[in-house]
């Protein structure tokens, strides 16, 4: 059985930073790239980043360039958010997710139950 | 990178058909076949319903339907059941090399 479990969320100061763990299980996670999406409470999905299983491709949500770096280490099943300058509109659930097949990126058929950052003085 | 353009609400009663639609334009939804659709019940992470434009992964139940014309996607829902009551989320890869979300469509069964 697929499974994702995040961790290292909590309250931060605007301006610090957090860095979100996502440990996976059942799948060989070397072979497949992984996404963060995040969810404002009440408010839609939004794709924050993707790593290829091999680190080779990595992309970014325009709101989280320059600020978020995305990595993964697959002997440790492990992949990972680093989150420096958050603001206040940082503030969401952050979900891991799985491509749903290799090479399918943008569609994700296992998440995570989130972990979640709010960023507030 | 504008949100894919969903309804903000659609409603059916049991036994019935609604489909819901997600726009956008040639640069995401119109150009690619990654489009996919995500329910989401309250305080649950989404489940992918329908990948590729109109496949569905195994498990989910063959109700649901996808297609897609010019850079329209819509979900069809046929025999409403109370567990579908959720919210809805179209997906898009698109030109940019990124990934778009639909605002999300919260589903009432009657």
């Known amino acids: 059985e697929v499974q994702l479990v995040e961790s290292g969320g909590g309250l931060v100061q605007p301006g610090g930073s957090l860095r979100l763990s996502c440990a996976a299980s059942?799948?060989?996670?070397?072979?497949?790239?992984m996404n963060w999406v995040r969810q404002a409470p009440g408010k839609g999905l939004e794709w924050v980043s993707y790593i290829s299983s091999s680190s080779s491709t990595i992309y970014y949500a325009d709101s989280v360039k320059g600020r978020f770096t995305i990595s993964r280490d697959n002997a440790k099943n492990s992949l990972y958010l680093q989150m420096n300058g958050l603001r206040a509109e940082d503030t969401a659930v952050y979900y891991c997710?799985?491509?749903?097949?290799?090479?399918?990126?943008?569609?994700?058929?296992?998440w995570g139950q989130g972990t979640l950052v709010t960023v507030s003085s | 990178q504008s949100a894919l353009t969903q309804p903000a609400s659609v409603s059916g009663s049991p036994g019935q058909s609604i489909t819901i639609s997600c726009t956008g334009t040639?640069?995401?939804?119109?150009?690619?076949?990654?489009v996919s659709w995500y329910q989401q019940h309250p305080d649950k992470a989404p489940k992918l319903m329908i990948y590729d434009v109109s496949n569905r992964p195994s498990g989910v139940s063959n109700r649901f339907s996808g297609s897609k014309s010019g850079n329209t996607a819509s979900l069809t829902i046929s025999g409403l059941q109370a567990e579908d009551e959720a919210d809805y989320f179209c997906s898009s890869y698109t030109s940019s090399s990124t990934l778009v979300f639909g605002g999300g469509t919260k589903l009432t069964v009657l």
């Open positions: 997710a799985r491509e749903w097949y290799s090479g399918g990126w943008a569609q994700n058929g296992y």
């Open positions: 040639s640069s995401d939804v119109g150009g690619y076949k990654y």
């Open positions: 059942g799948f060989t996670f070397s072979s497949y790239g």
